[in-house]
């Protein structure tokens, strides 16, 4: 990173995105609020469906193969560093948001979160999905653990939206962990059954479409409630 200028101390607004499940959707309900409100957004997610330049897509458009292909070449060097191939595609994404410099910026979590390849930025604000066990020889084999690992986004001075529908462990963590970095974390409650609302036909989608709106509405508290609602309807 410091070779190539620290494009991860150069970006603009952006939302770190942690998490067992619901990392995708809740980055699928930003996207739609930001090309709702106009707003341009970046968006680094994984893993693909059918090609590699799935992961970093510019508003609703993925990555060209040529501009991919030009980001590739300019981190092939760090590959005698011993990188992984998810730390080169950081590196990309992180290349292509200081470049391009949208309004907003997505980065999903690869795996975890404290020892993350995307933890290196300091994100606007974090959000951090429903817990539970996954990647156990990786994360630890408790719940505490697990979630140790997650809340290892965050960040002082920094708010962290989390959903209230945690097991107990994972909240109590959660607020430790958030008192020791000084961090504020606020939990959200998920949607309502409003009638807008009844597409959202799992509980986690209602979840993790209310800290998608929490979120944006921290970063951009003059947005209506209608036009909010109306990103997080029009969302596929």
């Given amino acids: 990173l410091n070779e190539l200028n620290n494009p991860e101390k150069n970006l603009p607004t952006s939302i770190h995105i942690a998490g067992t499940n619901g990392k995708g959707s809740t980055t699928a309900f930003l996207k739609s609020l930001c090309l709702h409100t106009n707003k ?28 991919f292909c030009e980001l590739f070449y300019k981190v092939e060097p760090f590959l005698n560093y011993g990188l992984t191939e998810f730390e080169v595609l950081t590196l990309m994404a992180l290349i292509y948001c200081a470049q391009q410099k949208p309004d907003v910026c997505i980065f ?23 817990i539970d066990f996954d990647h156990q020889q990786f994360l630890g084999n408790t719940l505490n653990k697990i979630a140790t690992e997650k809340a290892g986004i965050m960040k002082p001075n920094t708010p962290c ?58 970063l951009f508290n003059k947005t209506p409630n209608t036009s909010i609602d109306q990103g997080l309807k029009n969302t596929t």
Avoid: M, W
Wanted: with cysteine.
């Fill in 40 to 67: 341009t957004v970046i968006t680094f997610t994984s893993p693909h469906l059918s090609c590699y330049t799935e992961r970093i897509t510019y508003n609703d458009t993925s990555i060209s193969q040529n501009k």
């Fill in 108 to 130: 999903e979590v690869g795996l975890g979160g404290r020892l993350d390849a995307t933890n290196v930025i300091n994100p606007t604000c974090s959000i951090i999905t429903h």
């Fill in 161 to 218: 939206f989390s959903t209230t529908q945690h097991h107990q462990e994972v909240l109590t963590t959660l607020k430790t962990h958030s008192k020791k970095t000084k961090c504020t974390l606020k939990l959200i409650p998920p949607l309502n059954n409003h009638k807008q609302f009844t597409h959202l036909k799992a509980t986690y989608q209602k979840e993790n479409a209310s800290l998608a709106k929490a979120a944006f509405k921290h």
